[in-house]
């Protein structure tokens, strides 16, 4: 617990200890090893670098805010610009994903079909069939099916 408040998160760069509290903590092998910086500690100076700290810790977590809000339309962007644009009308030929019990091996096709899209039920789920006319009993999804070109 105490790693994960005192290393700086890639997010917002900054520990989350020095966001709440306004200054890095110190490790307790640092006070047992009598390191340089427990050493040079000066009461005076560090208590008006602490009162400095506190006045700035509004700006820090404003800053730390921008950062993560950052982070998150990176990400998001990302991930949007992996998604597959478009819709399938009624009447348009298109190939499944096979299941992995259809997958014979390393070698097998991995896409079935041509099916009809009968149905477009919104949010990319659409009802199949084949082109015998028999219906595909459950919907599928738009990750799953791409246009069959002939």
């Known amino acids: 617990m105490w790693a994960y408040h005192t290393i700086p998160q890639s997010t917002?760069?900054?520990?989350?200890?020095?966001?709440?509290y306004g200054s890095d903590a110190m490790i307790p092998i640092e006070i047992q090893k009598s390191s340089p910086r427990f050493q040079n500690f000066v009461a005076e100076e560090?208590?008006?670098?602490?009162k400095v700290?506190?006045?700035?810790?509004n700006e820090v977590g404003e800053d730390a805010r921008i950062k993560a809000k950052?982070?998150?339309?990176?990400?998001?962007?990302?991930?949007?610009?992996?998604?597959?644009p478009g819709q399938?009308?009624?009447?348009?030929?298109?190939?499944?994903?096979?299941?992995?019990?259809?997958?014979?091996?390393?070698l097998s096709p991995k896409w079935t079909g041509p099916f009809r899209v009968t149905e477009a039920?919104?949010?990319?789920?659409?009802?199949?069939?084949t082109l015998e006319g028999e219906t595909i009993p459950r919907t599928w999804n738009r990750a799953?099916?791409?246009?069959?070109f002939s």
């Open 70 to 84: 950052a982070l998150k339309r990176k990400v998001e962007y990302k991930y949007n610009s992996k998604l597959r």
């Open 46 to 50: 560090s208590n008006e670098e602490r």
């Open 12 to 20: 917002t760069k900054e520990t989350p200890f020095s966001l709440v």
């Open 88 to 106: 399938f009308q009624g009447a348009d030929l298109v190939m499944r994903k096979a299941h992995p019990y259809q997958l014979g091996n390393k």
């Open 121 to 129: 039920l919104g949010n990319g789920a659409y009802k199949l069939e």
């Open 144 to 148: 799953n099916l791409k246009f069959y």
């Open 53 to 57: 700290n506190l006045d700035l810790l």
